[in-house]
């Protein structure tokens, strides 16, 4: 399997599987949002998803794929840091306000920071046409949360606060890109870089709640927190996995403005699953976030 990765790597069907990659990815982590703001709260969600991941990727980190090079440890430790913080101001943001407001803010602001980012780490260069797609898309993401944040019923007060933290999320979202995209290029094995990440970014969202945030209802809901947890494992894996993948076989930043349209699957999540209202003026702001990536992709 590595063989086979490795071998596509900078060819044109390298970019095709990383394309594919990017997609399954939006759609997968559009679902893994939906579920960590579902039933329960986003803090026991998050919790029984991370260690369900850890334990599924053990292993294979240990009896799989080969230990990863010393150097590769050091930017492992940066990815867990900012995975940690990126999911403890997720939950705080999804805590305040409504998942379809939160979510495309976050979505929104991270493309554009990893596109930067890249540039700098990477020396990406975007042509006119792909900067031109990503002005589309993101006026699509960011329009979507001003449309929800103009259309939702209930008490506001929590929603500047939400709205911020929102926005440091999206910059946590650029920063974990960045760094895990440095460690999958540089790992000779971009599958065990992968499966460490998860294995030690699992444990720590379940002791923040072991810790602060477990309830005794809890308890009586053991049975569908853990079936929860398990297929969110399976979706967390999936989608950072095929979006870091994606990042080893075309751009970075490319990678990471497909991964938004994430925002479209999780609109019609929030419509069909969580019952949150969507309009045709919805549905003309999901249509730019889908052009807009089909432009970056494609240049049309």
Request: contains cysteine.
């Amino acid at each position: 399997m590595t063989e086979w990765f490795l071998s596509i790597e900078g060819t044109s069907s390298g970019r095709t599987v990383a394309f594919g990659l990017a997609i399954m990815a939006a759609i997968l982590h559009a679902v893994l949002g939906a579920m960590q703001k579902g039933k329960f709260d986003p803090w026991t969600s998050r919790a029984f998803i991370d260690i369900n991941y850890c334990l599924l990727s053990l292993p294979f980190a240990l009896f799989v794929f080969p230990f990863p090079e010393p150097e590769v440890w050091r930017v492992l430790c940066f990815g867990v840091m900012a995975h940690a913080i990126y999911k403890i101001l997720m939950a705080m943001a999804f805590s305040r306000a409504a998942f379809t407001v939160v979510y495309p803010v976050v979505r929104g602001t991270g493309p554009l920071v990893t596109v930067l980012f890249a540039g700098v780490v990477f020396n990406e260069i975007f042509t006119l046409q792909q900067w031109i797609g990503i002005t589309v898309l993101s006026i699509g993401i960011f329009g979507l949360a001003l449309y929800n944040l103009w259309k939702i019923q209930g008490p506001r007060e929590q929603l500047p606060l939400a709205l911020i933290i929102a926005l440091v999320t999206g910059v946590t979202v650029a920063i974990y890109t960045t760094v895990d995209a440095y460690g999958v290029r540089l790992s000779a094995s971009p599958f065990s870089y992968l499966a460490w990440l998860f294995v030690l970014d699992g444990f720590i969202m379940p002791i923040i709640w072991l810790g602060w945030k477990r309830k005794p209802e809890h308890i009586k809901a053991l049975p569908n927190l853990l079936g929860r947890g398990f297929i969110g494992g399976l979706f967390a894996v999936g989608s950072f996995g095929s979006i870091m993948l994606a990042t080893r076989l075309d751009q970075v930043g490319k990678a990471a403005v497909l991964r938004e349209t994430s925002t479209v699957f999780a609109a019609l999540i929030g419509w069909i699953l969580l019952r949150e209202t969507v309009g045709p003026r919805r549905f003309v702001l999901i249509s730019m976030i889908a052009i807009g990536a089909i432009i970056v992709e494609f240049g049309i």
